[in-house]
């Protein structure tokens, strides 16, 4: 299976930047998608933005031209590099890989953009 954990977290102000990341251990290889999730209080659970295994990219819109994902196969790692962040970009994000059989998230961590 595959595990994932999520770091890069905390407190950003607005127009700001941080930069999270999701280190992937175990059939890495087997990993078709990975994705950045999000969920806010009261809110449902969104796709922020997803990378596959050829390098293809898909962005929500309220995040498109502020986000970027990438990925480093040398270190296993996906990125998220939030830039401009809004208040509206606070949450709980997750990374979320899955493939053949299996669909795996992280634990997630807290992104609080100030105003």
């Known amino acids: 299976q595959v595990q994932l954990v999520e770091s890069g977290g905390g407190l950003v102000q607005a127009g700001g930047s941080l930069r999270l990341s999701c280190a992937a251990s175990?059939?890495?290889?087997?990993?078709?998608?990975t994705g950045w999730y999000r969920q806010a209080p009261g809110k449902q659970r969104e796709l922020v933005a997803s990378?596959?295994?050829?390098?293809?990219?898909n962005y929500a819109d309220s995040v498109k031209g502020r986000f970027t994902i990438s990925r480093d196969n040398a270190k296993n790692t996906v990125y998220l590099q939030m830039n401009i962040p809004k208040p509206e970009d606070t949450a709980v994000y997750y990374c979320?890989?899955?493939?053949?059989?299996?669909?795996?998230w992280g634990q997630g961590t807290q992104v609080t953009v100030s105003s």
């Open positions: 979320n890989a899955w493939g053949l059989g299996y669909n795996v």
């Open positions: 175990g059939r890495i290889f087997s990993i078709i998608v």
């Open positions: 990378i596959s295994k050829g390098g293809s990219t």
